[in-house]
């Protein structure tokens, strides 16, 4: 099975008719069994249609064409609209939300996430690229284009959580190569709060049966890992995990950001370092190069303990 | 962004916060008007936004104008871990029966902002914590749901401050939250904010962290507190090298190559995405390199950004040759940065085969970039090679390169 998504997850494009999202549409339909985009969302153009999916001007517009309840939804507006975009989502009974918006003010996120908490629904980003459960589907410009999805992501045991897009695509290529499919890859995003942490997400892989062990890329700033190390622990996670940590290089630069706009080493936890200390704690096994990653993996696997 | 001192008192003013009457200049001879006008001994504070200035000598107490005119003149002209005083305030020195601290955070792993209270004030917070933890009180706050005063009461009444303090207190609390969310604060922090002999309570220094981000939706504010539109308060200031980073990122809106730091190696790095970034960066340096830059490129740039960047890092003075390099790529093309930095190799005089110690980007449109590649004799290499295996061999090279 996979988690978050399956074969016959519904969801609508919001902001469709931007470049980008056109793009990513189309990729979604390509791949896999193709997705089920019921609908796009760009107010002022409805009627129009993206590579055969309509375009509404409202979510409750595309619901009620739709004739039942719409799962998902992939916001790709630009920052200042994200937020209503999301409670608009959110208020229409969409469940899943991926947020593929870069620069979004952390009030807004932590006010999307407040309100998606309390309707039961579930964020994944802002500034991520998506979920992808290999050859079935994807939803979110993960892998990009079918082809190349194709190449990078294979059915497997494996799932793969990371804070950056590229460097899941990149992980799980090198997963592939040593015979170890994926589960389901999710891109969570890179910002300092976001929808679904390491700890938030663990739950489903581990009641995942296809599942069995989880690939992790992870960067300094904030207290994810930390999260992620005490979950795993406090629940005796049947799940074996291997970490991969960049931007070491960073510890030596207190108040510099690189890469994404959580990675801050403001205070002692924030390090990657500490972070490295804290995952090995748990159990979790910190890989230096990605190449190690599928052999120390494997290994864990094959000993049949998490930890 | 970090603000000043000066900057954060305004921003608590305005909130409905008491402060003292104080004045900022970049003038002693103000200073001295500012301490007169005061009238009675003033405490003269270096506005930097580095840290230690009480060490450093930043901070003196003047008893009359006169001396006040000179400390300031002294504080103006130290510099305090390498940063020059944006200028100097002059406080009144407050008569303060005791000292107390209050603070707003984000807590990422829960998602809200969280309250800090503690009647232990003047020290850091974090020292408190783990010397008198009983004494630091905090509490979350929704994101959606009202804010109201029983939530900084119970904060300040859990820390065991009660009587008329706490009741003049929760006002002061509630708007600290307030002014925490209404100006997309990372930080907010009043310390020490000090109780006078008459019972009344006065913001004494003010550390405040506006997110970058959400600078856009702030700018009238910055306006009035005079905060430039290209100041970046970064741990450092930008360098030459850095901002003409940031001008070939604005030379049009397609993909980002930017995010440019400057190191003094003598590998220039042509790299990316965000996370494939942070990964190169540490093999170039496992393996013993020494970068000349950091820097980012992804979501598709044209052929004239990637240039651009690659020639920008090509001349930097100490530069021997470039490595191309990002994991996977699927938006960016492949032949784009392709193009881009042979390009900039030619339009420079060098041989591409020469400078670039080697180009690995696999991924979209990667048949038509390595094509490209092997007309220009570019060593080069596919998704088979690992970020850390290309990062070695571009060290490699450069060290086996005449100096």
Redesign the interface.
């Known amino acids: 099975m996979s988690i978050l998504i399956d074969a016959d997850t519904t969801f609508i494009v919001q902001g469709i008719t931007g470049r980008e999202a056109v793009n990513l549409t189309r990729e979604c339909l390509d791949y896999g069994a193709g997705a089920k985009v019921v609908g796009g969302v760009t107010p002022g153009r409805l009627g129009r249609d993206v590579h055969g999916v309509p375009v509404f001007d409202t979510v409750a517009q595309a619901v009620e064409h739709h004739g039942s309840p719409i799962y998902g939804s992939v916001v790709t507006v630009p920052p200042a609209f994200t937020k209503d975009a999301v409670f608009e989502a959110i208020e229409n009974g969409v469940q899943l939300i991926v947020i593929v918006t870069e620069r979004i003010p952390r009030r807004d996120v932590a006010e999307m996430v407040e309100l998606a908490n309390l309707r039961g629904a579930r964020i994944i980003g802002p500034n991520c690229l998506g979920i992808i459960v290999p050859d079935v589907i994807k939803m979110g410009g993960i892998g990009g284009p079918a082809k190349n999805a194709s190449q990078a992501y294979t059915p497997g045991p494996i799932g793969v959580i990371s804070r950056s897009g590229g460097m899941t695509t990149e992980m799980s290529s090198t997963l592939s190569a040593a015979g170890l499919g994926q589960s389901t890859a999710v891109s969570i995003g890179g910002d300092a709060i976001i929808g679904q942490t390491y700890a938030e997400l663990m739950p489903l892989f581990e009641a995942d049966e296809q599942t069995q062990g989880i690939v992790i890329y992870t960067e300094p700033g904030g207290r994810m890992e930390a999260e992620l190390a005490s979950w795993v622990t406090e629940n005796n996670s049947r799940l074996p995990i291997v970490a991969f940590m960049a931007g070491r290089f960073m510890d030596e630069m207190p108040g510099m950001s690189f890469g994404h706009a959580g990675t801050i080493v403001e205070g002692k936890e924030d390090t990657a370092g500490e972070k490295i200390a804290r995952l090995a704690q748990a159990g979790i096994t910190v890989a230096e190069r990605i190449e190690d990653i599928p052999q120390m993996i494997g290994e864990k696997i094959a000993q049949g303990s998490a930890r | 962004m970090r603000l000043f001192e000066y900057e954060a008192r305004e921003v608590v003013k305005r909130a409905g916060i008491p402060v003292t009457d104080y004045g900022f200049t970049t003038d002693p001879a103000e200073a001295a008007q500012i301490a007169q006008r005061i009238g009675g001994p003033t405490v003269i504070k270096s506005q930097v936004l580095s840290g230690g200035r009480m060490k450093a000598g930043g901070v003196k107490f003047a008893d009359t104008p006169e001396q006040a005119e000179a400390y300031a003149k002294d504080i103006l002209a130290l510099e305090i871990g390498g940063h020059t005083p944006r200028g100097v305030l002059v406080d009144p020195k407050a008569e303060v029966e005791q000292e107390y601290y209050a603070g707003v955070v ?1 807590d ?2 829960r ?3 969280v309250m800090i209270f503690s009647p232990v004030g003047g020290i850091d917070i ?1 020292q408190v914590a783990e010397e008198q933890p009983e004494k630091v009180g905090r509490r979350h706050f ?3 749901l009202p804010l109201s005063d029983f939530q900084a009461k119970e904060v300040i009444a859990s820390t065991g401050v009660t009587g008329s303090a706490l009741n003049r207190l929760v006002p002061i609390v509630t708007r600290l939250a307030k002014l925490f ?1 209404d100006n ?1 604060m ?1 930080l907010a922090e009043i310390n020490p904010l000090g109780r006078l002999a008459d019972g009344s309570f006065v913001a004494l220094d003010a550390h405040m962290d506006m ?4 600078r ?2 702030h700018r009238k504010l910055l306006a009035d507190l005079g905060v430039g539109e290209e100041e970046t308060r ?3 200031e930008a360098t030459p090298f850095e901002l003409a980073g940031e001008e070939v990122d604005a030379t049009d809106h397609r993909g980002v190559a930017g ?1 440019v ?1 400057e190191f003094d190696g003598n590998l220039g790095l042509v790299i ?8 190169l ?3 170039v ?2 393996h013993g390199g020494d970068p000349a830059n ?1 820097c ?1 490129i ?1 979501g598709n740039p044209s052929v004239a950004k990637a240039c651009g960047l690659a020639k920008l890092v090509l001349g930097k003075p100490g530069v021997d040759k470039i490595a191309v390099m ?6 960016t093309r492949v032949d784009i940065v392709a193009r881009g930095v042979i390009k900039a190799c030619v339009e420079l005089g060098y041989d591409p085969a020469e400078k670039i110690a080697i180009f690995r980007i696999p ?2 449109w990667e048949e038509e970039g390595f094509k490209i590649l092997e007309k220009y004799g570019v060593d080069y290499a596919d ?2 090679v ?4 290309a990062a070695r061999r571009a060290v490699e090279k450069i060290q086996g390169a005449p100096a």
């Open positions: 984000w990422g792993t998602k809200q902002p974090e929704s994101n959606i969310v997309d990372v997110e970058n981000e959400a856009g939706r970064q741990a450092r995010n730091t990316g995405a965000g996370g494939g970034s942070l990964t960066f540490d093999a340096r496992a950091y980012e992804g990002m994991s996977i790529v699927s938006n991924g979209a998704r088979s690992s970020l850390n295996e």
